[in-house]
Structure formats: structure tokens, C-alpha cells
């Protein structure tokens, strides 16, 4: 059991809007620990997304934009792109288990 | 370009050993906290262990603390995860990374493409 919980699997039509939940308690997110994301394609290495809750690094498109209240964090990809299929994970730190933390994952398919 | 290449990988028996490595290019190596992150097959992503840009301090998961240990050369540019008492739940793709600070707690900002350890008798 993962101390972030997203769902498993979320789906959307081209152009689309989606969001992912990424949920965490008080030893977490809802300690104040900054939330990131990350995307990765199947057989490849993670890449960054979001840092610091809403950040984009330079090259990420501004369709993606992350959101923190509370214990919880959201990511949101408008204008859905076939391209954008792939697995979804935050990440954040926690303060109980002196650790950082991932959720599950997410797979996102574009219909 | 931010280049991280990890190496040292293979097929190792219950009980072995393995030294992973990372080589890293385009960093000011010494400057930054590094990470390394596994990802069993089909599953998601767990952190490992972490340790400071100088090397004093190291940081571990519980699920592998007293097995692995993590160093670094900085003088090679090169990070290090001593990989011992090895069972089959460590069978993975391991990364390193470069870990960043943001407000509160950390991020990996850049990534390895990875290397698998399988143990397996």
C-alpha cells in the first residue's frame, strides 16, 4: 500500500481535459512537503513534469499544470495528444518514514 | 545536457552482491545531492537511498537498509550503490538520479536510462 494514492488508470479523448489525484495525509503533502510529477513511457526512464507543486520545467508544455490543497495534489493535461499516453506518478516526501514517496502511478490512454 | 549512465547490472543469486554505478556528465557532480530510485517490473516507482553532495550524509528505504550502500567519487563523477544480501524482491530497473531541492523535501530532476538487476537462482 502506497503512502500517495492516485488511481490506477484514467482516460480522455483527444483534446481533452484530464486530471489525476494524487492523495497523502499530514506526514506529507498535508505537512507543507512540496508535490512532483513525473512521466514516463513504457521501457524508458522517468522524466520530470512538475516540481514544487506547480512548476514546469524548461521544454514541458504549459498544457500540463500540477495543483496542491491540502493532502492532495492534482495534475492537469488539457488538449489531450495521443503523445501523452503513459504512466503518471507524484512524488513527495515524508516525514514519518524520513523518505521520499511515490504514488502508484497513474496510466493515462487516450482514447 | 545533463547525461546520467548507470552500469553494473546483470543476473546475481539469492545472497549475492552486485556495485552499481552511475557516471554523470554535463553536472557540477560535486555540487549536488544524488538518488537512486527502482522500479520493479510492472510496478511503480520506489526510492532507494540518497546521499549528500559531499558524501557525508546517506539515507536509505527501510526495505534495504543494512544491504545497500551508497557512495560517491567526486573526483570521477561517478555515484555508487553497494548492492549485497540480495533477495527477489530487489530484482528491478535501478536509476539514478539528481536529486533537487524545492521549498520543503526534494525532487529527482534528471534521470539514468537505468540498469535491470535480476536475482534469481
Known amino acids: 500500500q502506497s503512502v500517495l494514492t492516485q488511481p490506477p488508470s484514467v482516460s480522455g479523448a483527444p483534446g481533452q481535459r484530464i486530471t489525476i489525484s494524487c492523495t497523502g495525509s499530514?506526514?506529507?503533502?498535508?505537512?507543507?512537503?512540496?508535490v512532483h510529477w513525473y512521466q514516463q513511457f513504457p521501457g524508458t526512464a522517468p522524466k520530470l513534469l512538475i516540481y514544487?507543486?506547480?512548476n514546469r520545467p524548461s521544454g514541458v508544455p504549459d498544457r500540463f499544470s500540477g495543483s496542491k490543497s491540502g493532502s492532495s495534489s492534482s495534475l492537469a493535461i488539457t488538449g489531450l495528444q495521443t503523445e501523452d499516453e503513459a504512466d503518471y506518478y507524484c512524488q513527495s516526501y515524508d516525514s514519518s518514514l524520513s523518505a521520499s514517496v511515490f504514488g502508484r502511478g497513474t496510466k493515462l490512454t487516450v482514447l | 545536457e545533463v547525461q546520467l549512465l548507470e552500469s553494473g547490472g546483470g543476473l546475481v543469486q539469492p545472497g549475492g552482491s552486485l556495485r552499481l554505478s552511475c557516471a554523470a556528465s554535463g553536472i557540477a557532480f560535486s555540487s549536488y545531492a544524488m538518488s537512486w530510485v527502482r522500479q520493479a517490473p510492472g510496478k511503480g516507482l520506489e526510492w532507494v537511498s540518497s546521499?549528500?553532495?559531499?558524501?557525508?550524509?546517506?539515507s536509505y528505504a527501510d526495505s534495504v537498509k543494512g544491504r545497500f550502500i551508497v557512495s560517491r567519487d567526486n573526483s570521477k563523477n561517478t555515484l555508487f550503490l553497494q548492492v549485497s544480501s540480495l533477495r527477489a524482491d530487489d530484482t528491478a530497473v535501478y536509476y539514478c538520479?539528481?536529486?533537487?531541492?524545492?521549498?520543503?523535501?526534494?525532487?529527482?530532476?534528471?534521470w539514468g536510462q537505468g540498469t535491470r538487476v535480476t536475482v534469481s537462482s
Open positions: 514544487g507543486n506547480t
Open positions: 499530514g506526514s506529507n503533502i498535508g505537512a507543507g512537503y512540496d
Open positions: 546521499i549528500s553532495a559531499g558524501g557525508g550524509t546517506t
Open positions: 538520479a539528481k536529486r533537487s531541492s524545492y521549498g520543503l523535501g526534494f525532487y529527482f530532476e534528471h
